[in-house]
């Protein structure tokens, strides 16, 4: 069964994207702009709270595909990175696997910067057309004999960086960490997910990470004995983790590890009319704080962006909240960042906590301002005691390596290019972990030459009428009601063979 399981996890991921592909030329549309689509910015109290906070300061790890650190709305958010799959780039900047543009996607909705690209293309359309018209006025004066006229100052381009288009992260001002890891097929490296994720963590949690964001998850609850001492470290050492608690449509029920480990704060996902995602969230007595799950925005390796759903993209929501607050208040200890998040929640659903929204819908504001008492202990239970309770037969755990690997492979692989199904080698974990993340309504958004870049919003457009700039073409890959996910046709395990 664990076998069948793996490689079933493996080719739907590999299929998901496929699909998407051949989906690419059946449907033209024309996107807004992507920071007019991020409704939850007001929903969720995240523009008032940037009043209070907005991440500065606080190390977020993102454990994922690996972040297009050249991405626009990223210039200067990523300050730091490591792959460990032994087949990305060793910061941790080449994305990976089966969804390499996961990552990215998670990362611009932490903690994207925004761009101002068009204020740049709005300066170099106004020094080319001066340029322009210097060359017809020298030459205007050589027929004449006169005198050319003096070269006017030049216009000054502006450096990319943080503006007012593109996407918009919960904590703009937070600094990423970019762990890689290879997810969905078979690692070409031969290193298996159950490895590299406590890896991971503890790398995260070296560098100084103060907020850990785990968009990924299994079909299975349990999570291998290796992983408790990498948790148990994070707790140690006074670190949120945030986990996606996974996507519920095609049978997709229980949630699943990471998000399963006491500790964790798991999240939910809830649609735009703020009730539980059908398609996009699972239910499970973890889930801890529901977000938005879609519809969403981020961004995609090479500059693109893409509409998106799942509770991969709730997930950093909270995490930049968590972030927030870490900055807010720096002496706050995690138990306390996880119990002002729960505490503020708006409730929804049955009264007090429940299976889908835990203890209500995400508040970032009330999070960062209200008058919420101390708790003795995290909420969320402890790793800790779990392991005492349950492991008491195993060794105690020494400290971690503070260098728990290094790759050093550089990887050829196209950031986009999704590689052929692959069944996954059964080395004896537990079921492969998959992507949390959703492509029922999946945009790309491409720009002649070969470029990729955001259809303009009227707004922005009027701006730079003026500008020679490339028309721009918008692909629509899936647009279809209950549209299925990555987890769809995952059988639900039945128990062991």
């Not at 470290?233 to 095609?250: C, I, L, P, S």
């Not at 991969?312 to 930049?320: D, E, F, K, Q």
């Not at 429940?354 to 819908?361: Q, R, T």
């Not at 692909?475 to 769809?488: V, Y």
Request: hydrophobic content about 40%; some cysteine; proline content about 7%.
């Amino acid at each position: 069964m664990r076998e069948r399981l793996r490689r079933g996890g493996a080719l739907i991921l590999s299929l998901g994207f496929c699909a998407a592909i051949a989906l690419a030329g059946a449907t033209n549309a024309v996107a807004d702009g992507a920071r007019d689509s991020e409704w939850w910015l007001e929903s969720s109290g995240i523009t008032k709270a940037w009043e209070v906070s907005k991440g500065a300061g606080v190390k977020v790890a993102v454990i994922d595909t690996g972040i297009d650190t050249s991405h626009p709305d990223l210039v200067g958010a990523v300050v730091g990175g490591k792959d460990l799959s032994g087949a990305g780039a060793a910061n941790g900047s080449k994305p990976l696997g089966s969804l390499p543009e996961h990552g990215t996607l998670v990362a611009t909705l932490l903690a994207g910067r925004g761009n101002n690209s068009m204020k740049i293309a709005e300066a170099r359309a106004e020094a080319e057309t001066q340029a322009n018209a210097y060359a017809v006025a020298v030459k205007n004066a050589e027929e004449a004999k006169e005198t050319p006229p003096p070269a006017p100052e030049p216009i000054e381009i502006p450096a990319p960086g943080p503006g007012p288009d593109g996407v918009l992260g919960v904590a703009p001002e937070a600094e990423l960490l970019s762990v890689s890891l290879w997810m969905g097929t078979e690692n070409p490296a031969g290193i298996s997910v159950e490895n590299q994720v406590p890896k991971a963590v503890i790398w995260a949690v070296d560098q100084g990470a103060k907020v850990i964001n785990m968009s990924l998850g299994s079909t299975r609850p349990e999570w291998p004995v290796s992983w408790d001492r990498a948790f148990k470290y994070a707790e140690d050492k006074d670190v949120v983790v945030v986990a996606a608690a996974g996507n519920r449509a095609g049978g997709m029920n229980q949630v699943g590890a990471p998000a399963t480990i006491p500790g964790v704060l798991t999240v939910a996902g809830i649609d735009r009319n703020g009730k539980a995602s059908v398609d996009s969230s699972t239910e499970g007595i973890s889930i801890g704080v529901a977000a938005p799950a879609e519809p969403l925005v981020g961004g995609l390796p090479g500059g693109g962006y893409a509409d998106w759903s799942g509770t991969s993209g709730a997930a950093p929501l909270v995490s930049g909240v968590a972030a927030m607050i870490r900055s807010k208040y720096p002496e706050m200890k995690a138990p306390q960042v996880i119990n002002r998040i729960l505490a503020t929640a708006r409730d929804a659903g049955k009264p007090g906590v429940d299976n889908l929204y835990g203890h209500g819908i995400l508040d970032a504001h009330a999070a960062l301002t209200a008058e919420v008492p101390q708790v003795k202990g995290n909420p969320m239970n402890t790793i800790t005691e779990w392991i005492r309770v349950h492991r008491r037969s195993e060794t105690p755990y020494a400290e971690p390596s503070t260098d728990p690997g290094i790759s050093t492979e550089v990887s050829n692989i196209a950031p986009i290019a999704a590689p052929k199904p692959t069944a996954a080698v059964n080395d004896g974990g537990v079921l492969q972990p998959v992507l949390v993340v959703g492509f029922g309504t999946l945009l790309l958004f491409t720009i002649a030459g070969g470029s990729v870049h955001l259809a303009r919003s009227s707004r922005a457009k009027r701006r730079v009428d003026a500008a020679t700039v490339g028309s721009v073409a918008s692909l629509k890959l899936q647009d279809q009601a209950g549209a299925r996910d990555i987890f769809d046709d995952l059988p639900e395990p039945a128990g062991k063979d």
